[in-house]
């Protein structure tokens, strides 16, 4: 089993509800045993703590500059109060309906990252979670009405405790820090799985009236820019396409190289390996010269 923990927005407006109904589906999914929610307000915690016989409520301690509660501390510490050795950091607005839990026999004994596409969906009030069909309910829901977010679109991480120690210092809910966590998987050479078959993600639509700035400072504004300094730039941005697995229900499978594949593999490996980036740049341009057209008339 594994323990799922989370750092919600304030529980005020569209999200007291949007989130409730999260925290509700992670209490009852069968693959989790705990969850920990790290709350902004210390006001909120005896509410969120009610939501679960297996929820626990736990005060944001670490903050940047402008507030904003900073990953790398709450990852240390989901790590060091988590019961079982699998964790999952999820965002505060996504349902996870399903009940299945074959998929865990299938991942890897050793460090590995596992995130998944999110479906777009529209909110669930928190009184829809928990009745008799309630998981078939939103499943069909996704399945007829939900949206594929694109591969860019991940919003929950899976691994090994112990294994994401040396976390940076990444703002909360500013665009780059999933990204950089593809990039460290990678770079560390771990299987890095798209679990969107295995493991479906109801993310409830909502908008960004809770931060000034809106959309546009989540993924733009200061403490964005500050998060992609923090991976390296924006060489480093990785997705979905960069996993080199899939699970789903045929389990564990490595993905086959495409030309497409090959060929950002190359563009990436000086990121991923810095130390060999005057090699690369030797050998990249004699493949341009290799492959370079010979022009019409030429020998």
């Known amino acids: 089993m594994l ?5 919600p927005k304030p529980f005020t407006g569209e999200f007291a509800p949007i989130q409730e109904a999260a925290i509700r589906s992670w209490a009852l999914w069968p693959a989790c045993r705990e969850v920990l929610v790290w709350c902004e307000d210390p006001s909120e915690m005896e509410f969120v703590a009610s939501l679960g016989e297996n929820v626990r409520a736990l005060s944001v301690t670490e903050r940047n500059e402008s507030g904003t509660p900073l990953l790398s501390a709450v990852f240390l510490e989901a790590c060091r109060l988590a019961s079982t050795d699998l964790v999952m950091y999820a965002n505060g607005d996504i349902m996870f309906p399903d009940e299945a839990t074959a998929w865990m026999a299938a991942l890897p004994s050793g460090p590995f990252l596992l995130t998944g596409q999110r479906t777009n969906c529209r909110a669930f009030t928190p009184d829809e979670v928990g009745p008799p069909g309630w998981r078939e309910r939103a499943q069909r829901e996704a399945a007829e009405h939900g949206q594929p977010a694109g591969h860019w679109a991940m919003d929950h991480f899976l691994f090994r405790k112990g294994t994401l120690d040396d976390m940076k210092p990444f703002a909360v809910g500013r665009a780059g820090w999933d990204n950089a966590m593809i990039y460290e998987a990678r770079r560390k050479r771990w299987p890095t799985i798209d679990g969107t078959d295995a493991i479906l993600a109801i993310h409830q639509h909502h908008g960004y009236g809770h931060m000034q700035g809106g959309q546009e400072a989540a993924y733009k504004g200061a403490e964005a820019q500050r998060n992609l300094e923090l991976i390296g730039g924006a ?12 699970l789903g229900p ?24 810095p130390n060999l980036y005057f090699a690369w ?10 492959t370079r057209p010979t022009p019409a008339g030429g020998t």
């Open 281 to 290: 740049r030797v050998a990249d341009a004699v493949r341009r010269r290799v």
């Open 235 to 246: 060489k480093r941005i990785m997705g979905l396409g960069d996993a080199t697995h899939t």
């Open 3 to 7: 323990t799922l923990f989370s750092i």
């Open 250 to 273: 045929a389990g564990l499978r490595k993905i086959p190289d495409t030309p497409a594949r090959k060929q950002r593999a190359w563009e990436m490996f000086p990121q991923l390996n």
